[in-house]
């Protein structure tokens, strides 16, 4: 593989092509999360999206967020697709999903799918109000009234989750789908899905991933295999079984885990939400309050004698201890006693991570090049993802290590100045990878270089 060109552009040119970028997937009230290959709404991308647009125009980061809620289900679930019409290449699109038809929860419209992802949108609240400040008072007020606007359903989503996806009162969020993680085929799912055995009558329907990425190049090797495709569609077949009926879920579907990384950003989101909803007086703040040290304890609970959290197989009771950047989890939501802190801090920059010495950009990966299951071209299995290291940044500075986070960031600005904004990179050669402007990239360069 070819090395790419010396990084040439500026923190201000890399942020002036990020929101050339941000702008060409701009479709009106949504931003697709990436041309081609993702011509839609994913949520957690909308959030990180709103991250990047606050620092454009509040106005335009919120109409994200608003266009993200007003698809969210009657019972508070913020779905992790919104399609946008026009465009039906994706698939499982909104037939296969067929949302409306099954489940009563759903919204009239637009069509979205049935399952979720991590809850950061709280963080992006907070992100836009701060940067609505920093203009000035007439559109602070603005923003503020738009979020007034928003809490009955951001608290509603935080309703959902604390309810329907930590009903033991774990602290930890259950998921029904490696999707739902957003991290789909990390190895830390490895072990849950294979005891996923879709039917054999089971016909599973056509990939559009890898022809879409047939443009540049490489698709096959860089995606998940075949294999993991037909669990991630069974899953889906047994959601519909389900009817995507949460406690029926919880009884019948093959793949349930407690996923530590959503439920630290739940406990972080959960924390902003309480800080706005002081600031801007509005309800809710005791029960957010709550959800945050709530979750904070849960991420706590996981934590195994080398400091890393785990994720927990709900369906056989085995901790899930795989080496992927999900381990890093407390540094998200606090709650640390400073040694453990620093241990983790330690760990981020030791050789298994961003220490290694083969690492093209001193950044974490994915999954650890110590791990047997690393593969640093595939997908959530090695490269690195601009949008983890902007987490990871934002949970050093907040949890008082700032010089981790300045070094963090520096070369996160080092990788994004290449000013293709894709997907992901590898981590060995640095090559840009999968989709391309990828919209959460060019959203977290554009925070980072200014
Ligand atoms: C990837 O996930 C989608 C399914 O949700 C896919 O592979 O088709 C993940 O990287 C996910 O975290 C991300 O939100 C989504 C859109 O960028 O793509």
Known sequence: ???????????????????????GNDRGRLTVAAPGLYPHMWSWDAAFIAIGLARLSTDRALTELETLLSAQWRNGKIPHIVFSDGDASYEPGPKRWACGEISADAPGGPATSGLMQPPIHGIAVRRVLDSARRAGPVERRAAADRIRALWPRLLAWHRYLAEYRDPDRRGLLTIYHGWESGLDNSPRWDVPYAAVVPAKAFVPFRRADVHALDSVGGAAAQRPTDGDYARYQWLIEELRQARYDDARARETLSFLVADVFASAIFAAAAGELASVADELALPGGDELIAQAERFRRGVASTIGDDGFATDLDLRTGRVLRTKTIAGFAPLL??????????????ALFSPDWCGHPGLAVALPPSTSPSSPAFDPARYWRGPQWPPMTWLLIWGLERSGEPEAAAVLRASALDQLSDGLFAEYYHPFTGEPLGARPQSWTAAVALDLAL
């Open 1 to 23: 593989v070819a090395r790419p060109q010396p990084r040439a552009l500026t923190n201000v040119e890399t942020a002036a092509r990020a929101a050339y970028a941000l702008r």
């Open 333 to 346: 939501c606090g709650g640390l006693s400073e040694s453990r802190r620093r241990g983790l801090v330690n």
